[in-house]
């Protein structure tokens, strides 16, 4: 496994969602462990077509990381402003990929 060039590495940003967000995500019976780390729409699956298209003959270990390059194509924005504050999104459709 390439570990990242310092150059990429240095613009990643944590998607990790604070403390306060994991609260809010879920019902408060659900135990925080049980609350996602990470936002919903974050997390990608890779199956078999998607896998040989990236040359990965072998499956990595539960646990360990990758760097995940893509273009992106933006494929719907939006913005909307209520009492509540203002809301922003994007979609974007991975194009192109590599996993290093």
């Known amino acids: 496994m390439k570990t990242p060039s310092k150059q990429l590495s240095d613009k990643l940003t944590s998607m990790k969602l604070a403390k306060t967000s994991r609260m809010h995500s879920m019902p408060t019976e659900a135990v925080m462990s049980d609350r996602p780390e ?6 990608i699956s890779l199956e078999n077509d998607s896998l040989d298209k990236l040359s990965m003959k072998s499956l990595p270990d539960v ?3 990758m760097t995940l390059i893509a273009k992106v194509k933006v494929v719907s924005v939006s913005s909307n402003e209520s009492e509540s ?3 922003r999104s994007i979609s974007l459709q991975i194009t192109d990929m590599d996993l290093e």
């Open 38 to 43: 990470y936002p919903y729409g974050l997390n």
């Open 63 to 65: 646990g360990d990381e």
């Open 85 to 87: 504050g203002e809301r």
